[in-house]
T-cell receptor
Framework: EDQVTQSPEALRLQEGESSSLNCSYTVSGLRGLFWYRQDPGKGPEFLFTLYSAGEEKEKERLKATLTKKESFLHITAPKPEDSATYLC????????????FGKGTLLTVNP | KAGVTQTPRYLIKTRGQQVTLSCSPI?????VSWYQQTPGQGLQFLFEYFSETQRNKGNFPGRFSGRQFSNSRSEMNVSTLELGDSALYLCASSLAGQGWDTQYFGPGTRLTVL
């Protein structure tokens, strides 16, 4: 069964203090890994898709990387508006069309 | 392009009642998935539809059902509501429903069961 584990569960940073979030996964035949951002009471907002080990993608202060066993979301010089829950997910293998999500990392950036 | 829309945004029901939630996918998207999100379990997959056919179902009781119409709009129904059904119900759409397609989420329907 596909499994996704995110760490830490919660992270508090000062504005400008860079850090990384971790997403480790167990899936047969990785077909992609997705990162989403979710604000309270809203639906997840798509950030990145990574398809193969070694791939990196960037968007503003966020950079996502992928290895064969885990993915990192690096946050450089975060701002208070980056505060949110960050979720990673992997699609199932074969004819399984669902996404398996991790529990998320709640990021709080203090001014 | 308009995003995924869900109606209603909020619902309050009592135990034993039934509820129907609606989802309109992004124009051109043919796959619609439903997820339940709770603080304890996180996001859990309910089912996925493509061209009016349910292709996958998660580990939820038969009280949870859904359907998709020819215009790709989808509905999910929960019968005989229980307190534990209180959750944020999220709908997501993707272009062709392949495993690697990006799923775009709607704002969700917050269901409270009293």
């Amino acid at each position: 069964e596909d499994q996704v584990t995110q760490s830490p569960e919660a992270l508090r940073l000062q504005e400008g203090e860079s850090s990384s979030l971790n997403c480790s996964y167990t899936v047969s035949g990785l077909r992609g890994l997705f990162w989403y951002r979710q604000d309270p009471g809203k639906g997840p907002e798509f950030l990145f898709t990574l398809y193969s080990a070694g791939e990196e993608k960037e968007k503003e202060r966020l950079k996502a990387t992928l290895t064969k066993k885990e993915s990192f979301l690096h946050i450089t010089a975060p701002k208070p508006e980056d505060s949110a829950t960050y979720l990673c997910a992997v699609p199932g293998g074969g004819s399984n069309y669902k996404l398996t999500f991790g529990k998320g990392t709640l990021l709080t950036v203090n001014p | 392009k308009a995003g995924v829309t869900q109606t209603p945004r909020y619902l309050i029901k009592t135990r034993g009642q039934q509820v129907t939630l609606s989802c309109s996918p992004i124009s051109g998207h043919r796959s619609v998935s439903w997820y339940q999100q709770t603080p304890g379990q996180g996001l859990q997959f309910l089912f996925e539809y493509f061209s009016e056919t349910q292709r996958n179902k998660g580990n939820f009781p038969g009280r949870f059902s859904g359907r998709q119409f020819s215009n790709s709009r989808s509905e999910m129904n929960v019968s005989t509501l229980e307190l534990g059904d209180s959750a944020l119900y999220l709908c997501a759409s993707s272009l062709a429903g392949q495993g690697w397609d990006t799923q775009y989420f709607g704002p969700g329907t917050r269901l409270t069961v009293l």
